[in-house]
């Protein structure tokens, strides 16, 4: 597609549910990042994937958090056992090569832990 | 610890005045900063970048000015139009060893509004 591509764009659940949120990076992008806003800070990132390599999972918070990447493509970033905590929008990015250069965001996802 | 720091939320200026954003990092590790611009319900978008090896980029209406003795940029807007008014972010990324370059880290953003 023409941008990178996330869904749901809000998502509403209750404490304790399982969460799947899903981007679609831009066609050809071999890397793929996760980020996330929580309410009055700034962006910070969660996961890396670069072609076939190990992710990079330093910033997931807990192991309640994961990640993959199929195909070298889509990408799911599960959270397991939502928390209130856990609200916040969840920003996917890619770039035609790894580096810090030539992000493409997408609109993100909203989510909201009630 | 914030890293990456804008101390400003928000600020407010006149259509075709100066609008200039602040940044202040603390990690002298950061050798590439660049700036965000983000509208409600979109994504960050790019908007400029410099190296440490420069103290200024200019890109139109866009200048980044870096101060690497004060750990210190700041974003000039001349002139300002309304359609600039969004949230800016700053952001930095560390020279990484074993290429974990593409870490940005953010600061919490700075809200301007340009009023007509």
């Known amino acids: 597609g023409a941008g990178v591509s996330q869904s749901p764009s809000n998502k509403v659940t209750e404490k304790g549910k399982d969460v799947e949120l899903r981007c679609d990076p831009i066609s050809g992008h071999t890397a793929l990042y996760w980020y996330r806003q929580s309410l009055g800070q700034g962006l910070e990132f969660l996961i890396y994937f670069q072609g076939n390599s190990a992710p990079d999972k330093s910033g997931l918070p807990s192991d309640r958090f994961s990640a993959e990447r199929t195909g070298g493509s889509v990408s799911t970033l599960t959270i397991q056992r939502t928390q209130q905590e856990d609200s916040a929008v969840y920003l996917c990015a890619s770039s035609l090569v790894s580096g810090r250069y030539g992000y493409t965001f997408g609109s993100g996802t909203r989510l909201t832990v009630v | 610890d914030q890293q990456v720091k804008q101390n400003s939320p928000s600020l407010s200026v006149q259509e075709g005045r100066i609008s200039i954003l602040n940044c202040d990092y603390t990690?002298?590790?950061?050798?590439?900063f660049l700036w965000y611009k983000k509208y409600p319900a979109e994504g960050p978008t790019f908007l400029i970048s410099i190296s440490s090896i420069k103290d200024k980029n200019e890109d139109g209406r866009f200048t980044v000015f870096l101060n690497k003795s004060a750990k210190h940029l700041s974003l000039h807007i001349v002139p300002s139009q309304p359609g600039d008014s969004a949230v800016y972010f700053c952001a930095a990324s560390e020279r990484g060893s074993g290429g974990s370059n593409y870490k940005l880290t953010f600061g919490k953003g700075t809200l301007l509004t340009v009023n007509p």
């Open positions: 990690n002298s590790m950061f050798d590439y």
